[in-house]
């Protein structure tokens, strides 16, 4: 237990760093925004309570926003998700089956479930981020197309921080 808790400060700490010092200083094309910090909601253990998992998604996005000079979409955005992931997140990562999902990754489940998992909860993140930095219904179109590429390029990054810094057998 006490491994588990101090891999997710490890993990915390690892990617609020990229996220603050690299991350947030990438924007490719007004269309590109990648948040690789919201895979620490993602992979928290689906053993924890909701309340606990509600704060730490909350606290997670509000001190990205402290850091970044936000007006509260980060936190807004990820309580958002850390509350679709209570509900969604064992229906989409083991589709029915019998089987119990410790630390949600590429190495826990099937490959394709978690990406898709990634892929939804990231869309709804960057839908509600992005919604809420424009405000208005003006520019859906591009709401939509950042929601796409961000998307699709922060999936890619989690999936390669997986690789690189995750050990199947740590699962």
Not at 27 to 37: H, S
Not at 102 to 129: D, E
Not at 153 to 166: D, H, N, R, S, W
């Amino acid at each position: 237990m006490k491994n588990l808790v101090w891999r997710n400060i490890g993990r915390f700490v690892l990617l609020m760093l990229v996220q603050l010092l690299v991350l947030n200083n990438v924007y490719l094309g007004g269309y590109v925004m990648p948040m690789l910090y919201v895979l620490f909601i993602l992979m928290l253990p689906t053993s924890m309570k909701r309340l606990p998992m509600l704060l730490t998604a909350f606290g997670t996005g509000l001190l990205v926003d402290i850091m970044a000079g936000a007006l509260g979409f980060h936190a807004l955005a990820c309580t958002l998700v850390a509350m679709m992931r209570i509900t969604f997140a064992d229906r989409i990562l083991t589709r029915g089956e019998d089987t119990v999902v410790a630390v949600p990754s590429i190495f826990s489940v099937t490959p394709q479930y978690f990406i898709s998992y990634l892929m939804l909860m990231l869309g709804v993140f960057y839908l509600v981020f992005f919604s809420l930095e424009l405000f208005s219904f003006r520019g859906l179109g591009e709401v939509l197309v950042a929601t796409v590429c961000s998307t699709v390029v922060t999936t890619l990054l989690a999936v390669l921080y997986q690789a690189v810094f995750i050990k199947k057998e740590e699962l």
